[in-house]
């Protein structure tokens, strides 16, 4: 019998008085993959938002046996990563400062990346198959490779989970 990796029982969800999410209940377990479909607007990025512990709501989610209220945000991000639909940086960071940033959640503030970590993101870069974009500005490459860098940042995240939006 294969070990459910995440668990939503009755979830609710409503932005201010209009419902969103009416009693969804489903499981995931390791090695499975899930595709939500539907229409825009239809909850499918507010239910991903709630997996990652970043709304309130109503029900249970469980990822990996606990509930995503009971996880602090370093803890979870071991455990989750989340590719957005679209990422627009604040900052010139090459692509692969996108992919190391990966490493965050088991980098100490105010640290310098371990050796390690750094060869993990050009793995990762290397897997993607865009390692000849490393030093290239992240704000300068095609949207279609700035989704693969996102990817690339997932793998050096080692989270159990990815979310796709």
């Known amino acids: 019998m294969r070990e459910n ?3 939503v029982r009755n979830l609710r969800f409503s932005y201010r008085d209009k419902p ?20 825009n607007g239809s909850g499918k990025s ?7 512990g970043f709304l309130k709501f109503e ?9 995503v209220r009971d996880y602090g945000k ?3 991000a071991s455990l989750v990563a989340y590719v957005p639909q679209t990422h627009a940086p604040s900052y010139d960071y090459s692509v692969f400062d996108v992919a190391l940033m990966g490493a965050l959640c088991r980098t100490p503030m105010f640290c ?6 750094k060869k993990l993101a050009e793995q990762a870069l290397e897997k993607m198959g865009i390692a000849h974009l ?20 997932t793998l050096v995240q080692g989270a159990k989970v990815i979310f796709m939006d």
Do not use: C, H, W
């Open 46 to 52: 507010t239910l991903l938002r709630i997996m990652l």
């Open 59 to 67: 029900g249970e989610v469980l990822i990996a046996g606990k509930s």
């Open 5 to 7: 990796l995440i668990e």
């Open 134 to 153: 490393k030093n290239a500005p992240y704000t300068k490459v095609s949207g279609g490779e700035r989704q693969l860098a996102y990817i690339a940042r």
């Open 74 to 76: 370093r803890k979870l």
């Open 20 to 39: 969103v999410l009416k009693g969804i209940s489903f499981d995931v377990a390791t090695g499975d993959t899930l595709s939500v479909l539907g229409a």
């Open 112 to 117: 310098s990346f371990s050796a390690a970590d």
